[in-house]
């Protein structure tokens, strides 16, 4: 097996678009469907308050705090819409793995919803929470060294730089469990030992290829709305057919980017996974 190359690695997630976008925009459109029904229980949940925000067809700053403000105070309606998210991500993750690692096994647009996706929704929920902890504990620090500006600042860089190496290592948890069937997180930490920067760099250029991505369709959308007469058009709810369009392909456009964040975020860790597992391989 050939050594292992970040650069090469970062560049999967590009390889699939490339050669399944058939694939991608069934995922996008399922990813759609799943977000409908996450924001329609999301309304019976949190009741005619979400529903009077949901109406104004965007989310501005404010709306935000305020969905976030009814989460937080109903536990139930926050577990149940992070656990749906998570399910839902994990099933696209499931299917990046999929044509990755098991390219033979067949499901619809290659995606299911078995075990192998309850055991990666049960690890991110696990990473998830990892993180949380994570910045609460960041804020701890940074507020408990407030009176001393540079040991605050030393604090919060040495605390960033631990949960950086410790997110590294525990990258490739998800395509190990995948790949294993069984939730192993000794497994995954092994797996990366001595091979941080390698990892890290890749995730690095994955992300500013991601980045680039999301700046040129972004520019499409822009382009787009400008075509149908602005945003102020496209809000209007117009029945001007170009309006029209162009709000639907500006949906259209927001959902595969999500999809592809995905994409061009885990397809890199299942590659390196692949390449990491073989006894043959040296780094």
């Given amino acids: 097996m050939s050594r292992f190359s970040p650069s090469e690695a970062a560049l999967e997630g590009f390889r699939l678009t490339r050669e ?9 459109g399922i990813y759609f ?6 924001a329609g229980l999301m309304m019976v949940s949190l009741g005619p308050a979400f529903i009077e925000i949901a109406r104004k067809g965007r989310f501005e700053s404010d709306d935000i705090e305020s969905v976030a403000g009814m989460l937080a105070q109903s536990w ?20 990046i793995y999929r044509l990755i690692l098991r390219p033979e096994e067949r499901g619809f647009l290659h995606l ?26 960041g804020l701890v620090i940074t507020a408990a060294a407030q009176g001393v500006p540079l040991l605050g600042a030393l604090l919060a860089t040495a605390f960033f730089a631990l949960t950086l190496w410790v997110g590294v290592r525990l990258s490739l948890v ?19 030992r001595g091979r941080f920067w390698p990892l890290f760099g ?4 994955a992300v500013i290829f991601y980045v680039i991505v999301w700046l040129l369709m972004s520019i499409i959308s822009f382009a ?21 369009i162009a709000g639907l392909a500006t949906l259209i456009l927001q959902f595969v980017l999500s999809v592809l964040q995905l ?13 990491f597992r073989s006894p043959a391989e040296e780094f």
């Fill in 224 to 244: 787009i709305v400008a075509v149908a007469g602005g945003g102020q058009a496209v809000e209007s709810g117009s029945l001007n057919p170009v309006a029209l």
């Fill in 263 to 275: 994409v061009m975020i885990y397809a890199p860790l299942g590659l390196a996974y692949r390449q």
């Fill in 76 to 95: 139930p309606a926050f577990l149940l819409v992070l656990i749906l998210v998570v399910t839902l991500m994990s099933v696209i993750t499931g299917g």
């Fill in 174 to 192: 998800t395509p190990l469990t995948f790949e294993q069937g069984r939730i192993n997180i000794r497994d995954g930490w092994e797996i990366t």
């Fill in 33 to 38: 469907a799943g977000m409908m029904l996450i």
């Fill in 112 to 137: 299911r919803l078995g075990r192998d996706e309850l055991r990666l929704t049960i690890v991110n929920l696990l990473l998830f929470g990892f993180g949380l902890i994570c910045f609460t504990a």
């Fill in 202 to 205: 890749m995730i690095v250029m």
């Fill in 20 to 28: 399944r976008p058939g694939t991608i925009l069934g995922w996008a």
